[in-house]
């Protein structure tokens, strides 16, 4: 199981990002997967999550809500992070990972049981 995190870099304040997830070893479309993010000398904190069952269920955090979109496209092994409206807070290193259990749902992704981890992408937002 390989995740690989791309897509950031240094963007203005109000510019966009588009964050890419790609997925090897599996089988994406059965798994959910999340976009969690970290400040230095802080825990992980979930973004966003789009779920692997068929319903493509999602789920944002408050802070994100309204600004970032999370979308998949399972025949290119490849979840999407779209970031908007990009404040210097959202300035962290960007983690994809996958849930635990086939089919499981957003709700697995949100309690943060993931079982495989890419390595980050560093997103910085400049004011």
């Known amino acids: 199981v390989q995740l690989q995190a791309s897509g950031g870099g240094l963007v203005q304040a109000g510019g966009s990002l588009r964050l890419s997830c790609a997925a090897s070893g599996f089988t994406l479309g059965q798994y959910t997967i999340g976009w969690f993010r970290q400040y230095p000398g802080k825990a992980r904190e979930g973004v966003s999550c789009?779920?692997?069952?068929?319903?493509?269920?999602?789920y944002y955090a408050d802070s994100v809500k309204g600004r970032f979109t999370v979308s998949r496209d399972n025949s290119k092994d490849t979840v999407y992070l779209q970031m908007n409206s990009l404040k210097p807070e959202d300035t962290a290193l960007y983690y994809c990972?996958?849930?635990?259990?086939?089919?499981?749902?957003?709700?697995?992704?949100?309690?943060?049981?993931?079982?495989?981890w890419g390595q980050g992408t560093q997103v910085t937002v400049s004011s």
């Open positions: 990972a996958r849930a635990m259990y086939r089919y499981g749902s957003v709700a697995v992704c949100r309690g943060g049981l993931m079982d495989s």
């Open positions: 789009i779920s692997g069952n068929g319903r493509g269920s999602t």
